[in-house]
């Protein structure tokens, strides 16, 4: 390591590249030893109102299931927590989503956690989390998922809405108790979601290492309204040319010459840049959204007297779930179900115990 932004370059493309490198030089990573549940790690919750119904009057009661006991790596203070699952998920639907998103939006989060989260427990024959050892998953969003706690997410929204939003959460998560998304009748390894996609999701093998069938490219319209659907960036020569040549790839640009040393060579179908040219070095959209802090990998360039200007779209790595265009299509009038199964091509959702038995 030469210095500190390839130290922190090479972190972050660890972590996240490594699962889906190590994932994509063999098949599908499926939970190979599938292992019964013990009665004695499950409880049961029954009668929840659910206030997702529009106009407030209906009362659905359903029995939910907590799920075994996950271990949480707790990243941000460095312990390890021990949950309910189903605990667990709440506080990834509100760590992950505004609870201003409509319902049917927060219960297709829901889903997608449930499913990263089994996928990667103990319990279900999973690996736990690489970063983390002897936890099931841990709470930095980079790797894992993002998760707060109800006592902090109560505490950061108003005494007035606090009581309304986390039951709205939790009649997302409750009212999609144990359902997962399923592929060729296996859960979904990489339930992929992000923020705000540029009018089309991506190909997982154009950003990633590998290409899931269920990840493919869709278009995902009218996420306008979202508040990083565009961003501009600008740098001066000298920075621009530097945070390249200080970026760990033996890029070597010169500040007075960047238009004819930079170059976009290829997108890809959700309209990232897919290949870059930088010094005679090829890199990809996601590297320079790396080097560069860029919003997303589907920016471009433009070559001023002083500087270079970006403006970029979308916010996240763009595969999968686009958070924002799932809440653009449930105000639409989808259902959770609908959004899933547009967004993750080909997957069903079943029941947690029809998979593991
Ligand atoms: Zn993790």
Redesign the pocket.
């Known amino acids: 390591m030469k210095n500190i932004s390839l130290m922190m370059i090479t972190a972050v493309a660890m972590i996240l590249f490594i699962p889906l490198i190590i994932n994509g030089l063999g098949k599908y990573n499926v939970p190979v030893n599938v292992k019964p549940i013990p009665e004695s790690a499950q409880s049961q919750n029954t009668v929840k109102t659910d206030p997702s119904s529009r106009d407030g009057s209906t009362i659905t009661e359903y029995t939910v299931d907590e799920g075994p006991e996950i271990k949480v790596?707790d990243?941000q203070n460095n312990k390890l927590m021990k949950m309910k699952l189903e605990e667990y998920i709440r506080g990834v639907v509100a760590g992950e989503m505004p609870a201003g998103f409509e319902i049917e939006a927060l219960k297709a989060q829901a889903v997608a956690a449930r499913t990263y989260a089994i996928t990667r427990m103990l319990a279900y024959g999973g690996k736990g989390?690489?970063?983390?050892q002897g936890?099931d998953?841990?709470t930095?969003p980079t790797?894992?998922q993002a998760w707060i706690s109800k006592e902090e997410c109560l505490k950061s929204w108003s005494p007035v809405e606090a009581s309304e939003k986390w039951a709205k959460i939790t009649a997302a998560v409750d009212s999609t108790n144990n359902m997962i998304l399923v592929y060729d009748a296996v859960p979904v390894m990489y339930p992929m979601y992000f923020s705000t996609s540029s009018g089309k999701t991506e190909n997982s093998g154009d950003i990633f290492s590998y290409q899931y069938p269920y990840l493919r490219s869709v278009s995902s319209p009218d996420e306008q309204v979202a508040p990083k659907f565009t961003s501009s960036v600008s740098f001066s020569n000298d920075e621009f040319a530097k945070k390249f040549n200080q970026s760990g790839y033996g890029i070597k640009l010169d500040k007075a010459k960047l238009s004819s040393q930079v170059k976009v060579l290829e997108r890809t179908e959700g309209g990232s840049v897919k290949k870059i040219s930088a010094g005679g070095k090829n890199l990809t959209g996601m590297n320079v959204r790396t080097i560069l802090g860029l919003n997303s990998a589907n920016f471009t360039i433009e070559f001023r007297k002083n500087e270079v200007a970006l403006n970029v779209i979308g916010y996240g790595h763009g595969v999968g779930m686009s958070q924002w265009g799932a809440n653009v299509m449930a105000g639409k009038g989808k259902k959770f179900d609908e959004v899933l199964k547009y967004y993750y091509q080909g997957v069903e959702i079943k029941n947690i115990k029809s998979i593991y038995k």
């Open positions: 790596f990243a989390c690489a970063e983390h936890a998953i841990c930095d790797h894992c």
